[in-house]
């Protein structure tokens, strides 16, 4: 189990990092046209909606990611005062919900992408421009978003078991995510990544 949760999150994890680049594309896209049209006379058309895309294509791509260090928004009612094994059983049943949450979305995405590829969808605003390769990666995005989903519920079993590894850091050798998300508080791990004793 430990391998199979290590394999996703280190997913995850790297999903993310590859992501985070496309803002930085993003950022030259929009550069290069400003400075063409300022200092040079042209513009490049596609500039705008592209690195809209660009951007709507990280959005969903670290959504795994973010799931990974517990940053998506929580409402933490019971979980701060629970025990380590207490927010195993809560963060196991929010998982529940979450994944089929999440399992919805990747069979609706999916065919949201299908109908946009069979038809060979491009923008109003750019004819020229495809859109259909942009929409691909919400699905991907969800599925890996459910990959990470099934990984933090594995990780949950883990620690109702006591195995240690779970409570220890992420593969980057960051915390475990805070929150429901996550597999505990920073307090429930010591610096070496070990869980303390409650």
């Known amino acids: 189990m430990e391998s199979v949760v290590r ?11 590859i992501a985070s680049w496309l803002t930085l594309i993003g950022v030259l896209i929009l550069s290069y046209e400003v400075f063409g049209r300022y200092f040079f006379g042209y513009s490049w058309v596609l ?15 670290t959504g795994a990611f973010a799931h990974l260090y517990g940053d998506h928004v929580g409402v933490d ?23 089929a949450f999440v399992g919805g979305l990747l069979i609706y995405s999916w065919e949201f992408f299908y109908d946009s590829y069979s038809r060979r969808q491009s923008s109003l ?17 969800a599925g890996l978003l459910l990959l990470q989903g099934i990984a933090q519920m594995l990780r949950q079993i883990a620690v109702l078991r006591g195995e240690a ?14 929150g429901p998300s996550g597999t505990g508080t920073a307090a429930d791990v010591s610096a070496d990544g070990a869980p303390r004793q409650a």
């Open 125 to 141: 605003e750019n004819p020229g421009l495809p859109i259909y390769p942009f929409k691909f990666f919400i699905p991907l995005g």
């Open 47 to 61: 500039a705008h909606e592209v690195t809209t895309k660009l951007l709507g294509v990280m959005y969903v791509l």
């Open 7 to 17: 394999r996703i999150e280190a997913l995850s994890l790297w999903s993310g990092r």
């Open 165 to 178: 590894w779970a409570l220890a850091a992420h593969s980057d050798g960051n915390k475990s995510a805070d």
């Open 77 to 99: 009612v019971f979980y701060s005062r629970a025990s380590p094994r207490g927010k195993a059983i809560l963060a196991l049943l929010m998982g529940a919900i979450f994944i």
